[in-house]
């Protein structure tokens, strides 16, 4: 590996898991990145989030964190106060302000289809997890991903807690004071194009718009999200 590059630390999202970066983390590996698939549980915001600050204060040296979706959410709060993580990548993701949820932000634009979308399974303790209905999965999650794979994703995927989705971050987001950069979906159906550049604009973060590009962008455009990714850690080696 190429001295002196930082960890790339992968968070998935909701509806998904770390297998979905398979393409991306082959192409930073190549390039000489080391790169970290941290588990997200997907249990609730706070505990998330915990999770992974626990797995990036393991490694030493410089970090640039990703997240995919809710774990968008996920990355904004477990880097707070970090001083290893020098860039946050956010991959069709929810970048949010203290004190909202991922729900809360989908539904501030329309177009988003998760509503509709939700398979949820009632669980022992009262709780619920959540799932896209595999169905719709492939016109609402991924459509610009070959019908055959979306299958595969749809059938690997791993529930959200009704919970974690609806719980709002509680502590002050890490998007204030480190440099962020938004890959936003442009033909998103999960969360809507408009919202993502909401988010995006409202944070100060360095913006790519990958036109067509459904929710899983990473997964149909891995070229386009590892130079993406690499852009942001040669920025923040400055």
């Known amino acids: ?17 770390s297998s979905g970066f398979g393409a991306v983390a082959r192409r930073l590996v190549a390039g000489g990145y080391p790169v ?9 915001l706070t505990s998330d989030a915990t999770q992974v600050r626990a797995v990036l204060d393991s490694i030493e040296g410089p970090i640039v964190l990703v997240g995919h979706s809710y774990g968008g959410a996920v990355i904004s709060t477990a880097a707070t106060g970090s001083a290893n993580v020098r860039a946050l990548v956010y991959l069709a993701a929810f970048v949010p302000e203290t004190g909202e949820s991922a729900q809360s ?36 999650f991924a459509a610009d991903v070959p019908a055959e794979e979306a299958a595969l994703f749809a059938i690997t995927q791993r529930p959200a807690t009704g919970a974690a989705l609806g719980e709002p971050a509680s ?47 990473f997964v149909s455009h891995p070229a386009t999200t590892v130079a993406f990714i690499e852009k942001a850690a040669r920025e923040s080696a400055r």
Not at 36 to 44: E, F, I, K, S
Not at 112 to 126: F, I, R, Y
Not at 174 to 187: D, E
């Open 36 to 44: 970290v698939a941290a588990p997200n549980p997907l249990r609730g």
């Open 171 to 217: 502590v002050p987001q890490a998007w204030h004071t480190i440099r962020s950069y938004n890959l936003i979906s442009g033909a998103d159906r999960i969360i809507p194009p408009a919202t993502q550049e909401f988010m995006a604009q409202r944070s100060g973060a360095t913006v790519q718009v990958v036109q067509g590009a459904s929710h899983m962008v």
């Open 105 to 140: 932000l989908v539904e501030k634009f329309p177009g988003s289809t998760v509503g509709e979308s939700l398979k949820p399974v009632p669980l022992p303790d009262g709780q619920v997890d959540l799932y896209i209905n595999p169905a719709v999965f492939h016109a609402n």
């Open 1 to 17: 590996m190429s001295q002196g590059n930082p960890t790339i630390v992968l968070v998935h999202g909701a509806f998904a898991d």
